[in-house]
């Protein structure tokens, strides 16, 4: 279905921060943050939204770190954005299933 459970999310969580191992449960959004009419489901929709801004948010903050002269901290944030993008799956899945067999061939 076009949906995922608090528990399901959880099992997306724990493999996409497997793909990405510059970020860390702290770095990933809240499952809350994520489900935006707060029905206990997160659908598809919602999930590329946030990722969305999730990158939005990352690449506001790599700018601001290299602003600062934080090569390092800037790096990591861009590393940070990437990341988000890259799971929005935006463009290139039309749902979960899509998206997480896109994780599973390695292709990001």
Do not use: C, W
């Not at 969305?52 to 790096?75: F, I, N, P, V, Y």
């Amino acid at each position: 279905d076009d949906r995922i459970s608090r528990a399901e999310f959880q099992m997306y969580v724990k493999n996409y921060l497997a793909n990405y191992p510059g970020l860390t449960e702290k770095d990933y959004p809240r499952f809350e943050e994520f489900d935006h009419d707060h029905d206990g489901y997160v659908s598809f929709t919602e999930y590329s939204q946030q990722m969305a801004l999730q990158a939005k948010k990352s690449e506001q903050e790599a700018k601001r770190a290299a602003q600062s002269g934080s090569t390092a901290a800037a790096q990591k944030a861009g590393a940070k954005a990437h990341a988000y993008a890259g799971m929005s799956g935006a463009g290139r899945a039309d749902n979960f299933d899509d998206l997480y067999a896109q994780y599973a061939r390695g292709g990001r």
